[in-house]
């Protein structure tokens, strides 16, 4: 049976964001870096949320999380009030779990699985994504300057003046764009 490859994760410092990073390329031609159910328990494990598994259901249940919380987030970027409608499923995904937040040996906070289900993991998400749009957060909400891409990112940069979500992967691209463009206008005028 062929090993079937798939998209690799955007990994960010923040969680929500991170988890609207599932889907990239939002412009252009979409990116779905979760297509399927064990892909959801991977990206969970990589952010320290273990779950034992994903049902088909439970997928199509976190993607309208992360729709949500894209469109929360947009809106808040682009200083409107976020949609009630995405307010209002944010707002079921965190208390229809059960986690908490430990202090860990280091002085850390960790979050804690009140059990291995993917609800628990959702409502973590969820409440990560309260805390950054109600600017609970030292940062703001931003968009990235990419047309194609145009994903909600939280900006803690000094400053918050941050212009791409990743600058390895948007930012380059469009700095490249923009090498080559320049290029290409500097040769047509010595032509």
Same mark, same amino acid.
């Given at each position: 049976m062929p090993v079937k490859h798939f998209p690799e994760f955007r990994l960010g410092k923040v969680l929500a964001t991170s988890f609207t990073a599932? /889907? &990239?390329?939002?412009?252009?031609? $979409?990116?779905?870096? +979760? $297509?399927v159910p064990h892909r959801l328990v991977d990206w969970l494990a990589v952010n320290g949320l273990v779950v034992d598994s994903?049902?088909?259901?439970?997928?199509?249940?976190?993607?309208?999380?992360?729709e949500s919380i894209h469109a929360a987030a947009t809106a808040v970027a682009n200083r409107t009030l976020p949609p009630p409608s995405?307010?209002?499923?944010?707002?079921?995904?965190?208390t229809g779990?059960?986690?908490?937040?430990?202090l860990t040996s280091e002085g850390s906070q960790e979050w804690r699985l009140g059990s &291995?289900?993917?609800?628990?993991? /959702? !409502?973590? +998400?969820?409440?990560?994504?309260?805390?950054?749009? !109600?600017?609970?957060?030292?940062?703001?909400m931003a968009l990235c300057?990419? $047309? &194609?891409?145009?994903?909600?990112?939280?900006?803690? !940069?000094?400053?918050?003046?941050?212009r791409w979500c990743e600058m390895n992967t948007c930012g380059n691209r469009e700095k490249k764009a923009r090498?080559?463009?320049?290029?290409?206008?500097n040769s047509n005028l010595a032509s």
């Open positions: 599932t /889907l &990239t390329e939002r412009c252009g031609e $979409p990116v779905e870096r +979760i $297509p994903c049902s088909e259901s439970q997928l199509v249940h976190a993607r309208e999380l992360r995405a307010v209002q499923v944010i707002n079921d995904f965190s779990g059960l986690a908490s937040v430990i &291995t289900s993917v609800e628990d993991a /959702l !409502s973590v +998400i969820a409440a990560d994504a309260i805390n950054i749009i !109600s600017g609970e957060r030292e940062g703001k300057a990419s $047309p &194609t891409c145009r994903a909600a990112f939280f900006d803690a !940069s000094r400053g918050a003046t941050r090498f080559l463009a320049n290029k290409r206008q």
